[in-house]
């Protein structure tokens, strides 16, 4: 399995943008006629939601973890990531 989401999922945009000004097109004088920000940049929704889960997986003092996590545990936290992205949407995983 990859680290990858699916198509139908994509990855939720990033978790904590930041907001870049774009200006549009500008007067005579070099200033924007025209200007709206973008969110660019920071970790996506989707790894956002697979930290939280890990954190609740380490944070559970029954899980047998042994204070490690390997391959397979990291790759079910990414698959609820993609069902917390799913439920997002009104749809399932």
Same mark, same amino acid.
């Given at each position: 399995m990859t680290? +990858? =989401? +699916?198509?139908a999922l994509a990855d939720?945009? =990033?978790?904590? =943008?930041?907001l870049e000004l774009v200006a549009g097109e500008r007067d005579g004088h070099g200033d924007a006629i025209e200007a709206f920000t973008v969110a660019t940049g920071g970790m996506t929704l989707r790894d956002?939601?697979?930290g939280q889960a890990l954190a609740g997986y380490f944070a559970c003092s029954h899980t =047998?973890?042994?204070n490690a996590v390997g391959r397979e545990e990291a790759e079910y936290m990414y698959r609820m990531a993609d069902a917390m992205l799913a439920a997002r949407?009104?749809?399932d995983a």
């Open positions: 680290n +990858t =989401p +699916t198509p939720g945009g =990033p978790a904590f =943008p930041q956002w939601f697979a =047998p973890h042994m949407k009104g749809g």
